[in-house]
């Protein structure tokens, strides 16, 4: 990679003066407005700076769950991974590494660890960057389900596909049949705080009109999640486009789903 863009050290390095800071000030903040509930405890702490990177790499290789953890600890993402040392599709929940791997991922990592970090504190930081990562899974999951539940309750077979219209690329979150011109074109949004209803409504006409471009005779459908029931009235009128030929809600239950994408095909069916 071309030093010209920059590694995770330079960016870690630009920004690091501003983070001593807050760093500073978040713990003179929280001593003073947690005073009176303040304990001193012992606790067991890892000492990194008496750490050699071949004692950390022996530690990532046994026990590779404990990768997770210590990337969070240094702000080091798998994408940071792979673009400065070219380790790709690593799972840091469930990472699979040989032993030269777990070398240079030490080496890499050792200069971003801070002089030691106390077990619970880092066991907890593991803890907040999973359920994160569960709900991820969980509402992927619901974009799953609006596909499973298109191809059962359709006579046709639904598939993501993606086109190019005016020179750009986009994609049908689900879109029939799978090769040719498009019969049925979905798009499926989850829109989960009210500031991001202009932008995805926005998103969803540009897809629609992009779709027509290429196949004025299609249908275009949208499935949408927004948990703000009452104003689910002004997203529709937000969509009201003439490239719009059907909007459904859906909420995360099989049922909502099913009946969502029932009434989708029946409309755009008409």
Not at 94 to 120: C, H, T, V
Not at 239 to 251: C, K, M, N, T
Request: with cysteine; charged share 30%; glycine share 4%.
């Amino acid at each position: 990679m071309s030093s010209e863009y920059g590694t995770h050290k330079d960016f870690i390095g630009l920004v690091e003066a501003s983070a001593n800071e807050r760093q500073r000030a978040v713990e003179k903040a929280l001593k003073e407005a947690f005073s009176h509930h303040i304990e001193r405890k012992e606790v067991e702490v890892i000492i990194f700076s008496s750490m050699t990177a071949s004692d950390l790499s022996e530690a990532i290789f046994s026990k590779p769950e404990v990768l997770k953890p210590l990337f969070a600890s240094c702000n080091i993402a798998a994408r940071a991974v792979e673009r400065d040392l070219g380790i790709r599709n690593l799972d840091t929940y469930s990472p699979r590494l040989n032993k030269d791997q777990a070398g240079i991922i030490a080496g890499y990592m050792k200069q971003f660890l801070p002089g030691y970090l106390e077990i619970p504190t880092l066991a907890q930081i593991d803890r907040v960057y999973f359920i994160d990562s569960e709900i991820r899974k969980l509402k992927g999951a619901w974009e799953k389900g609006i596909l499973a539940a298109l191809n059962e309750y359709s006579e046709s077979e639904f598939h993501k596909r993606t086109l190019v219209a005016n020179g750009e690329e986009f994609e049908l979150d689900a879109a029939t049949p799978l090769k040719g011109e498009i019969a049925m074109g979905i798009d499926v949004k989850r829109i989960e705080a009210r500031r991001d209803i202009h932008k995805r409504c926005d998103e969803i006409v540009n897809k629609a009109r992009q779709l027509k471009a290429i196949y004025p005779h299609s249908k275009f459908g949208v499935v949408v999640y927004y948990p703000f029931i009452e104003e689910h009235v002004n997203v529709q009128n937000r969509l009201r486009s003439p490239d719009i030929d059907g909007v459904v809600f859906a909420s995360q239950s099989d049922e909502s789903i099913t009946n969502a994408v029932r009434m989708l095909l029946s409309t755009l069916k008409q």
